[in-house]
């Protein structure tokens, strides 16, 4: 009889899939062991024909079982063996994927906008190359005002001028639209500010103004502390420090508790805990009736503020220059992930 | 402005300047600018008196001086001293060996072979820091009207903090010491010791023959004539003060005008009475041809019509409220002078100051709307001072002023009001509590405010909130949020927002430029706008083109190691109209170098892709031509290289340009700078984008595509343009794509070129049979022979 202990250590101890297969000849082939076997079962009487039959189909079937592992054995083998080729190395440098950025001065324009666009602003925009009309007289600065020295300003070979703050899209939109407005105009101004750590002649604000029936001066506080909150955080206060801007009445200053120090005074507040980082008001009456609303039914605020301030503030950048420079160095510090 | 805090305590001797009053300044918007503190850093300088005068006998610069000590005994002290502005009999503060300056003991000392005995002391060594007292630090101190009896620290009235307070330009009643102190005293909730009071003028009539051509430019106007003049220095304690302000002392006469006008804050002028032709005073315009003036400051002006002038019967001697005439200032040897004290008009003021380009202490507050009614209380304080102290005899004055010189403002408002604008809930008594330094009526709850006359910036009623918040503190008003009403949730993203985020989307990284220009920068660009007043010739004009700055950009980088650029920016530039513009900058590769060493070189083709990747993803529908510029200026054209550029056109119009730089502009910076592509698109002011047309949802075929290469060649004057317009005009059944895959140039003897198409086929209904799309194959190439074209394979 067959001793399948014996032919099982046969197919262990081959080793390639030409062994294999002469084995498999040798017991399972035609000429085989097992179909010799199987010829002289017909002498047999026919009860132990029957039962021999049984048992040679059954080592049959278990012999090609044995080989059939083992082939399947030796192809994973083999094909491991080609894989092992496309083996890498997790540790080397991994390729350099691009990026796209925006510059950071916007990504925080952007924060802003969608701070306020939560209240139900609308943001909109004005022309950097604007007339007298509008970045003075409208805002209640006639030809002499003395106040028009708060802003040095350039003027342009065709008779207008740079404009020096975003307040003139307020001026523009009372003429296009009626009340209730509700809108934030960023954008870029010009000064002819001689260049220091936080001033460059060339800089952006954003503008924010809100008319309608009954806006009180607590409204502007209300949305200042909002506003304050969304951008530097839960607990911040805002302070008010009497200002004058002539388009507004009355005018403040705003600071927000210093994000640096928290308001135990550091340099970038000169010790006093507070940083100015806007200027707020509640519209002046003239400037309405100029532009037919009525001073009597509306009222309004308006706040402004520098961009670049702002950016300076939340991540700490020393010098109002990096923003123009355009060093990559720079550009690329703010990461797609930055808390904006 | 500046103010000594010693001064101010002569009208609010209760003013405590620390830490908390600071804060309530600055509150109530008096910003501290800066503090400077004049601290007593010496002890026991005497007061001594020039007796001679020697050279030093070894060095020539020093001065051996003999100097009595005020008060002790008669021996002389024999002291060095190096400066040169003593003369014999001169008062000075010295100081004695034993005596402290600047924490240092003196002692005896040997200058130059001299034994001296004590020093003759400056400013600066009296405690005065240069640099904000740099206009009194000429020499020794020389004291004048001082007593035996005088101590030093008394004279120059230490210690002291002068603060340097920003006024806003409404605030004309702030510009003075009385003025502050009248401002603390209502903040601060002090008593004011001292107060002047404004009255209405009355007219008087002196020696002086008074023409004032408009009231309108010289609503009030005072000429006095003193006689019988001492000119001389004038008391230690005026000089004191005025240098303590920012103020040089000048002689006794003009000092008076200066310590008035910062006492009161109301400018005044003298005239030398000689320069006065026929005792006539003329308040005119300048001649509308022009005349000229040299002014006090050595400066020949051409004065015209817009600017005032006070002038006499035949000629201009001074620039009203401004500047004095140089021949009418006054002389050591003047015994006669007009003393002149006169409102202006703010306008009239500020045009001739802006004309001029001359700015004084005068037309700063002038320009500011002073007190109408504060001229004759100035002019009556300055008579009363020379009277006092004996500088001349007042002859007599003419008055002439504009009927209706103030007129009263009355300000209605009710407690309702206050509170609607406010948003607060304070009580009348509240609202009254507030308003107490401003002069008011309550008629059951409305308030009658009638403001005082120097309070020229309380016009309306929110002139009077803006006070009763300040008073209350606008920290204890609360903050509401609005309802939020006008709910524009449409979001209108426009075109530049769109554009942002779609490059950067592709890798690109954001830039931002200043837009001021110079000349050169901008030169092959279209005409920008100048600058009438730049700062500086780098920043001169306005942009036409944001391609010079973002060169420069990439060239900045570059010469700081970085290898590949892909940047763009977004701005507004001018050309006829203001416009929003992109620019895009690609140099280099696409990915930094790797060891895989895998990357794509940056190129035109790039570009266009970037471009077309626009057009298509915001619906631009641009177009690249290769024609030559018809509306984009052909010098701008030139920045790019002659052979590799485009036009990027939109509707038929030019709307920019793309290319690689021209080789010539960058030539100096090879071999550190590679080939750099660059592109600009303008769009019109404002942005009108196109690209709001609904997307809508197709379905998607079930079926397989089919997917069919074919190769031809073209002459060389075909081009790529000719055949893409050609296959789009064949109507192709089932065509879902096509590529160029391959392309061979100088492809044989004919210079001919080989394109390969690969043309993806795919049917809705069905799954596509050979038949069908050999049909359609067979259309292509029977319509690109018509151009030319010649079949190589299809596959």
């Known amino acids: ?193 001689n260049p ?47 200002s004058y801007f002539p388009f507004v009445e009355p005018g ?76 990559l160095r720079f550009l690329n510090q703010f990461k797609f992930s930055l808390e904006d | 402005m500046r103010f000594s805090i010693n001064w101010l305590k002569e009208f609010i001797p209760d003013f405590n300047y620390n830490d908390k009053t600071k804060e309530t300044l600055e509150l109530c918007g008096l910003e501290i600018e800066n503090e400077i503190k004049l601290d007593l850093s010496f002890k026991d300088v005497v007061i001594g008196e020039i007796h001679k005068i020697a050279p030093h006998p070894k060095k020539k610069n020093l001065l051996l001086t003999s100097v009595k000590i005020l008060g002790s005994d008669t021996s002389l002290k024999q002291i060095v001293c190096g400066a040169h502005n003593i003369k014999e009999g001169d008062k000075v503060p010295v100081a004695l060996p034993g005596s402290i300056i600047n924490q240092v003991k003196l002692e005896v000392k040997e200058i130059a072979g001299i034994i001296s005995e004590g020093m003759l002391l400056s400013l ?102 003193i006689e019988d003049l001492k000119v001389t220095d004038s008391p230690s304690i005026i ?75 035949n000629e201009s001697i001074g620039v009203a409220g401004i500047i004095g005439g140089l021949d009418s200032g006054m002389q050591k040897n003047t015994s006669k002078m007009l003393l002149e004290s006169a409102n202006f008009s703010p306008e009239i003021i500020r045009s001739g100051r802006r004309k001029l380009g001359i700015s004084t202490d005068a037309s700063y507050r002038f320009e500011r709307d002073l007190d109408p009614y504060l001229a004759e ?56 509590s507030s308003l107490k330094n401003i002069n008011y009526e309550l008629i059951n709850d409305n308030f009658i405010v009638k403001p005082p006359s120097h309070r020229r910036d309380l016009e309306i009623p929110q002139d009077i909130y803006e006070e009763i918040g300040r008073i209350i503190g606008y920290n204890k008003i609360p903050g509401i949020l609005p309802p939020i009403t006008n709910m524009a949730f449409t979001h209108k993203i426009n075109l530049e927002t769109n554009l942002r985020s779609l490059l950067v989307n592709l890798g690109f990284t954001e830039v931002i430029n200043t837009s001021l220009v110079s000349e050169d920068e901008i030169s092959l660009f279209e005409q920008p706008l100048k600058l009438i007043n730049p700062l500086s010739k780098d920043m001169s004009l306005f942009r036409s083109s944001l391609l010079p700055k973002i060169l420069t950009t990439a060239i900045n980088n570059l010469k700081f190691g970085v290898k590949n650029l892909t940047i763009f920016e977004i701005g507004k530039i001018y050309r006829e109209t203001e416009k929003s513009s992109l620019a895009l900058l690609i140099t280099g590769e696409l990915f930094s170098n790797n060891w895989l060493k895998t990357n794509i070189k940056h190129d035109f083709y790039h570009l266009s892709g970037v471009l077309n990747r626009i057009s298509e993803e915001l619906n631009l529908n641009l177009q690249i031509y290769n024609n030559v510029p018809s509306q984009i200026n052909m010098k701008s054209y030139n ?118 198409f690969s043309f993806t086929f795919r049917s809705k209904e069905n799954s596509l049979n050979e038949a069908q799309v050999k049909e359609e194959i067979e259309k292509i190439i029977k319509g690109l022979k018509t151009i030319g074209g010649e079949l190589r394979g299809n596959i």
């Not at chain 2, 550029?645 to 090879?670: H, Q, S, T, W």
């Not at chain 2, 005009?729 to 140039?745: A, C, M, Q, R």
């Open chain 2, 377 to 432: 209380l100035a002019r009556n304080r300055a008579l009363e001072l020379i009277q006092e102290l004996g500088y001349g005899v007042i002859t007599g004055t003419t008055t002439s002023f504009k009927k209706l010189l103030h007129i009263e403002k009355i300000i209605n408002f009710s407690a309702t009001e206050v509170n609607n604008f406010l948003g607060t809930d304070l009580t009348i008594s509240e609202i009254e």
């Open chain 2, 639 to 756: 920045f790019f290289h002659p052979f590799c550029r485009a036009l990027i056109v939109k509707d038929g119009n030019e709307i920019g340009y793309f290319g690689e730089i021209n080789p010539f502009l960058i030539a100096e910076l090879k071999p550190q700078v590679g080939k750099i592509f660059l592109a600009e698109l303008f769009f019109d002011f404002p942005v009108k984008p196109d690209n709001h047309k609904f997307t809508s949802f197709y379905d998607l075929s079930r079926f397989p595509s089919v997917e069919r290469h074919l190769s031809l060649t073209f002459p060389p004057e075909v081009n790529f343009r000719n055949i893409r317009e050609k296959i789009d005009s064949i109507k192709i059944k089932y065509l879902e794509n096509i590529n160029l895959i391959d392309l061979f140039t100088n492809f044989d003897d004919e210079n001919k070129t080989s394109y390969t």
């Open chain 1, 1 to 193: 009889m067959i001793d399948i202990k014996k032919i099982k250590i046969q197919v262990e101890q081959s080793n390639t899939l030409g062994e294999l297969e002469a084995l498999r000849i040798n017991l399972l082939g035609r000429q085989g062991v097992l179909n010799s076997y199987l010829k002289d079962i017909k002498n047999l009487p026919l009860d132990e024909r029957k039962k021999q039959g049984e048992e040679l189909n059954c080592l049959k079937e278990e012999l090609e079982c044995i080989i059939n592992k083992k082939i399947e054995s030796i192809n994973y083998s083999l094909i491991l063996e080609k894989l092992k080729k496309d083996s890498i190395d997790p540790y080397l440098p991994p390729f350099p994927i691009n990026i796209g950025r925006m510059h950071i001065l916007n990504r925080i324009i952007n924060k802003i906008i969608q701070v306020l666009e939560r209240l139900g602003y609308e943001t909109v925009e004005g022309p950097e190359v604007e007339t007298e009309y509008y970045n003075f007289e409208a805002l209640n600065m006639p030809i002499h005002h003395p106040a028009r020295d708060m802003w040095d300003t350039f003027y342009l070979n065709n008779g207008r001028l740079l404009r020096t703050h975003t307040s003139p899209v307020q001026i523009r939109t009372m003429e296009s639209h009626k009340p209730p407005i509700k809108i934030i105009a960023p954008g870029r101004c010009f000064r002819k500010d």
């Open chain 2, 239 to 313: 000089q004191i003060k005025l240098l303590k302000s920012g103020s040089r002392p000048i002689n006794n006469l003009v000092d008076i005008t200066n310590y008035v006008m910062l006492e009161l804050g109301q400018p005044l002028h003298v005239f030398d009475y000689r320069s006065l032709q026929e005792d006539i005073v003329r308040v005119r315009r300048g001649k509308f041809s022009g005349e000229n003036l040299m002014c006090l400051d050595n400066s020949m002006k051409l004065l015209d019509d817009s600017i005032l002038v006070i002038a006499t019967a």
């Open chain 1, 252 to 327: 403040a200053e705003v600071a927000v508790k210093c994000v640096i120090c928290k308001g135990r005074g550091c340099i970038t507040c000169k010790q006093t805990g507070w940083l100015e980082i806007l200027g707020a008001g509640m519209v002046h009456p003239e400037v309405l009736e100029r532009q037919n609303i009525d001073s009597k039914i509306y009222s309004g605020f308006a706040f402004g503020m520098g961009s670049e301030r702002i950016a300076m503030l939340m991540y700490g950048i020393n010098h109002i220059r990096h923003f123009l420079d355009n060093d």
């Open chain 2, 124 to 225: 600066k060594e009296l405690g005065f820091p240069e640099e904000y007292f740099p206009k009194s630090h000429e020499g020794i101190v020389i004291l004048k009207d001082v007593s035996d009896e005088d101590k030093i620290e008394k004279i120059l009235s230490l210690p002291d903090v002068i603060l340097e307070i920003k006024i806003f330009p409404n605030r004309s009643d702030l510009l003075s010491i009385y003025g502050m102190a009248r401002e603390l005293a209502t903040i601060l909730d002090l008593t004011l010791s001292k107060s002047y009071l404004c009255f209405e003028p009355s007219e008087s009539h002196g020696p002086v023959k008074l023409e004032i051509e408009n009231f309108n430019d010289c609503p009030y106007y005072s000429a006095s004539v």
């Open chain 1, 196 to 242: 220091d750590a936080s001033h460059y002649p060339i800089f952006h604000q954003i503008e924010v103004l809100y008319i309608d029936k009954g806006v009180s001066f607590a409204h502007l506080k209300g949305t200042l502390e909002y506003f304050a909150r969304s951008m530097f955080g839960r607990e911040q206060e805002v302070k008010f420090i009497l």
